[in-house]
């Protein structure tokens, strides 16, 4: 069975500060695909990044950047002097396949706060 | 590129009533899925065609819940008769294929009451 955790439910920060949103995956799947999504308040969401299991890769785009670790099962993403508009909840999800073809697995998402 | 459109955006209804959703991916997309999001909790996959066969339902309550993509492009999801723990928002996804991204719609927000 696979499993996504997120173990923070909120965080608040203050306009222009870093920061770093965990996610904790479980899988038995040798191939997999981990995934952010973000959903603003309009309830829409919006396909962030795509990772595959064999490229471990730090990607940076713009002031996001993903960090996935195997060793660890991490796949963290971090929002570099946040801005306002960043806030939204993040949902770190996982699939067997690259378009989740079984059905993407989500967590229960990290509300994201940035006060300005 | 248009997306994912859905309607109605929010429902409200009481317990026993019927309800349906519409979906309407995006042009070209073989594969479409419906989603159930409870509140503080992340989506949950419901059922999946491809073009207008079922893939996957196996988590679809299927005693109140019914969805069907006849001609392979728009779909609608019913639950008949509704309780109060259906309460949650219902997206829509679709992707070009299977192994593609999939793109969510709004939703649509359902009350039970």
């Known amino acids: 069975a696979q499993k996504v955790t997120q173990a923070q439910t909120e965080i608040s920060v203050v306009e222009k500060e870093d920061v770093t949103l965990d996610c904790v995956y479980e899988?038995?799947?040798?191939?997999?695909?981990l995934f952010w999504y973000k959903q603003p308040p309009s309830g829409e969401l919006v396909f962030l990044i795509r990772?595959?299991?064999?490229?471990?890769q730090n990607e940076i785009s713009g002031r996001y950047s993903w960090n996935f670790q195997k060793s660890t099962s991490s796949f963290n993403f971090t929002i570099t002097a946040s801005q306002v508009v960043d806030s939204a909840v993040y949902f770190c999800?996982?699939?067997?396949?690259?378009?989740?073809?079984?059905?993407?697995?989500f967590g229960k998402g990290t509300h994201l706060i940035i006060q300005p | 590129e248009a997306g994912v459109a859905q309607s109605p955006r929010y429902k409200i209804i009481e317990k026993r009533q019927s309800v349906a959703f519409w979906c309407n991916p995006i042009?070209?997309?073989?594969?479409l899925y419906w989603y159930q999001q409870i509140l503080g909790q992340g989506p949950k996959l419901l059922i999946q065609?491809?073009?207008?066969?079922?893939?996957?339902d196996s988590q679809l309550p299927k005693d109140r819940f019914s969805a069907e993509r006849l001609k392979g492009v728009d779909s609608t999801l019913k639950i008949q008769p509704a309780k109060l723990e259906d309460s949650a928002v219902y997206l829509c996804?679709?992707?070009?294929?299977?192994?593609?991204?999939?793109?969510f719609g709004p939703g649509t927000r359902l009350l039970v009451l």
């Open positions: 999800a996982l699939s067997r396949s690259g378009g989740g073809a079984d059905g993407l697995t």
């Open positions: 990772r595959n299991s064999f490229d471990e």
């Open positions: 899988t038995r799947d040798t191939t997999y695909y």
């Open positions: 042009s070209g997309h073989a594969t």
């Open positions: 065609f491809q073009n207008n066969g079922v893939v996957d």
């Open positions: 996804a679709s992707s070009l294929n299977r192994e593609e991204t999939q793109y």
